[in-house]
C-alpha cells in the first residue's frame, strides 16, 4: 500500500515558522519527485515547492521563493518543507505528493502527480 503521512502542521503566529514532514511507504521513493501544495478553504490546490529525485534540483512558487525550502532524504524516505517568515496567507491544508520522474525537470501540475497524502493544516495568525 502507498502511503504517505504529513505531519508538523499547527498554528503559528505571523512571522513564526513550522517544519513539515512527509513520510513515505509503498513506492520506491529514489524515482519520484516530490512535492508540497497547499489549499485553502474554497480555493483550488496550488503548487508550493517540489524537489528531483537526487534532490539536486528545487523549484518554488513565487509566493514562498526565499521563505520556504524543501529537502529530501532518500535513506529515510522522507521529504521536508521548511517554513519561515510565515504569513497569514500561508493558511492552508498543505498535502505532500510523488511524481514519478527520473530527471531534473519539475512540474508544478497537479495532474503530474501519482500519489497524495491526506494533507495537515497550518493555521498563521495576525
Known amino acids: 500500500q502507498v502511503q504517505l503521512v504529513e505531519s508538523g502542521g499547527g498554528l503559528v503566529q505571523a512571522g513564526g515558522s513550522l517544519t513539515l514532514s512527509c513520510t513515505t511507504s509503498?513506492?520506491?521513493?529514489?524515482?519520484?519527485?516530490m512535492a508540497w501544495f497547499r489549499q485553502a478553504p474554497g480555493k483550488e490546490r496550488l503548487f508550493v515547492a517540489a524537489?528531483?529525485?537526487?534532490?539536486?534540483?528545487?523549484r518554488y512558487a513565487d509566493s514562498v521563493k526565499g521563505r520556504f525550502t524543501i529537502s529530501r532524504d532518500n535513506a529515510k524516505n522522507t521529504v521536508t518543507l521548511q517554513m519561515n517568515s510565515l504569513k497569514p496567507e500561508d493558511t492552508a491544508v498543505y498535502y505532500c505528493a510523488a511524481d514519478y520522474r527520473l530527471n531534473r525537470l519539475i512540474s508544478a501540475t497537479r495532474e503530474d502527480y501519482d500519489y497524495w497524502g491526506q494533507g495537515t493544516q497550518v493555521t498563521v495568525s495576525s
Open positions: 509503498g513506492f520506491t521513493f529514489t524515482s519520484y519527485a
Open positions: 524537489i528531483n529525485w537526487t534532490g539536486s534540483y528545487q
